[in-house]
């Protein structure tokens, strides 16, 4: 016998969440559609706003030389990617980075493998972002893509979570994700790059099956940072963007979801628009 929809109590986040949800979606299309500078300028924002976040969650009160020295970092391999004479300086960048933050934080006493995490977690899928922009063809409408999976992904699981409810996903990590909203995410994000790349003209089925597993990757991103704010006791990152918590709330799906797409791209060499303008 089927369970009955549970009933759904009024929050104000019903409110707030999409309003700066579709706030924060038009800033990053108008980025992405206007390109340099205005997308590395939107990277190296959101890499400080969510080094801070991540350094102070981790660091437990002392985080400022660790949060200079992430940023520093990032920022220098993004410019190394830019304008570097080769390939190979970004990922140097931050692999030094990482051993000077991993050294910074030995020396404070103050988690020093947590510290260093925060150039990799960053770091990474800063880089990805922007390869994806410059080294694929038609690299806008890629990003578009990427971004509409992980929209598609919140939102799916938001709203089917709230409605159906169920079984718990992963009640130590998070007690409020269900198999549901799981289910319902990869779902939407399946269907929402469906519909993207038929109107581009691309393969809709690759594209949907594509999509399942990047929206399993951004499912992953969320639970990382849920397991993270378990370990050190705290709700949620910051509480900056109202309805959504900190800036590393709202890209922890973003994060992993990047490099997953980067991985499909670039190594195993899968077209991201699925024939898309061909």
């Given at each position: 016998?089927?369970?009955?929809?549970?009933?759904?109590?009024?929050?104000?986040?019903?409110?707030?969440?999409?309003?700066?949800?579709?706030?924060?979606?038009?800033?990053?299309?108008?980025?992405?559609?206007?390109?340099?500078?205005?997308?590395?300028?939107?990277?190296?924002?959101?890499?400080?706003?969510?080094?801070?976040?991540?350094?102070?969650?981790?660091?437990?009160?002392?985080?400022?030389v660790e949060l200079?020295?992430?940023?520093?970092?990032i920022w220098l391999?993004?410019?190394?990617?830019?304008?570097?004479?080769?390939?190979?300086?970004?990922?140097?960048?931050?692999?030094?980075?990482?051993?000077?933050?991993?050294?910074?934080?030995?020396?404070?006493?103050?988690?020093?493998?947590?510290h260093a995490g925060?150039?990799?977690?960053?770091?990474?899928?800063?880089?990805?972002?922007?390869?994806?922009?410059?080294?694929?063809?038609?690299?806008?409408?890629?990003?578009?893509?990427?971004?509409?999976?992980?929209?598609?992904?919140?939102?799916?699981?938001?709203?089917?979570?709230?409605?159906?409810?169920?079984?718990?996903?992963?009640?130590?990590?998070?007690?409020?994700?269900?198999?549901?909203?799981?289910?319902?995410?990869?779902?939407?994000?399946?269907?929402?790059?469906?519909?993207?790349?038929?109107?581009?003209?691309?393969?809709?089925?690759?594209?949907?099956?594509?999509?399942?597993?990047?929206?399993?990757?951004?499912?992953?991103?969320?639970?990382?940072?849920?397991?993270?704010?378990?370990?050190?006791?705290?709700?949620?990152?910051?509480?900056?963007?109202?309805?959504?918590?900190?800036?590393?709330?709202?890209?922890?799906?973003?994060?992993?979801?990047?490099?997953?797409?980067?991985?499909?791209?670039?190594?195993?060499?899968?077209?991201?628009?699925?024939?898309?303008?061909?």
């Amino acid at each position: 016998m089927a369970l009955p929809p549970r009933a759904m109590k009024f929050s104000r986040d019903w409110i707030t969440r999409p309003v700066f949800a579709f706030l924060l979606a038009g800033i990053v299309i108008a980025a992405v559609y206007f390109d340099k500078p205005y997308l590395e300028i939107m990277v190296a924002v959101s890499v400080m706003l969510a080094a801070r976040e991540w350094h102070r969650m981790v660091g437990e009160g002392r985080f400022a030389v660790e949060l200079l020295a992430t940023t520093s970092v990032i920022w220098l391999s993004l410019a190394a990617f830019l304008y570097g004479p080769v390939a190979i300086a970004p990922p140097l960048v931050l692999a030094a980075g990482t051993l000077l933050v991993l050294g910074i934080g030995y020396a404070r006493r103050s988690n020093p493998l947590w510290h260093a995490g925060g150039v990799v977690y960053l770091g990474i899928p800063a880089l990805a972002i922007l390869a994806l922009r410059d080294f694929t063809p038609h690299g806008t409408w890629v990003l578009i893509g990427l971004f509409l999976i992980v929209w598609a992904t919140d939102t799916g699981a938001f709203l089917v979570g709230n409605l159906i409810g169920g079984p718990k996903l992963a009640p130590v990590l998070s007690p409020n994700k269900t198999w549901s909203g799981f289910l319902g995410g990869i779902v939407s994000a399946a269907a929402v790059l469906a519909i993207f790349i038929a109107v581009l003209g691309g393969a809709v089925l690759p594209a949907a099956l594509f999509a399942v597993s990047i929206a399993v990757a951004a499912h992953l991103g969320d639970l990382f940072e849920s397991m993270v704010k378990r370990r050190f006791h705290i709700k949620d990152s910051g509480s900056s963007i109202p309805g959504h918590g900190g800036v590393l709330d709202r890209i922890d799906s973003t994060l992993f979801a990047a490099v997953a797409f980067g991985i499909a791209v670039f190594v195993f060499r899968l077209d991201p628009l699925f024939g898309a303008f061909r």
